[in-house]
């Protein structure tokens, strides 16, 4: 496996740490706040409303750079993930 997909592996736990940690209503294991004024993150800090749909690369990819990115909290934004900090 690459490095990159460890990154990837490691971000999606932290969001989902930091989604079971606000205790509100929760969706498929993930706050429906959060699916309901959705924020993505990739593991390169950034951090969008949208996200590119691509049949051909399988996954929900960065408008910037397009690594994988995965649900987060609506308060986030660009820059280091703050919250559920090891
Ligand atoms: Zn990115």
């Not at 606000?22 to 949208?50: A, Q, Y």
């Amino acid at each position: 496996m690459s490095e990159s997909h460890d990154e990837n592996v490691i971000l999606q736990l932290r969001l989902m740490k930091i989604g079971s940690l606000e205790g509100g209503k929760m969706w498929f294991g993930l706050p429906e706040r959060w699916i309901d004024n959705p924020r993505w993150r990739c593991h390169n800090d950034h951090v969008s409303r949208t996200y590119l749909k691509s049949d051909g690369l399988g996954y929900c990819a960065c408008l910037k750079c397009c690594e994988p990115v995965f649900l987060t909290f609506p308060e986030d934004k660009d820059g280091p993930l703050r919250g559920a900090d090891e």
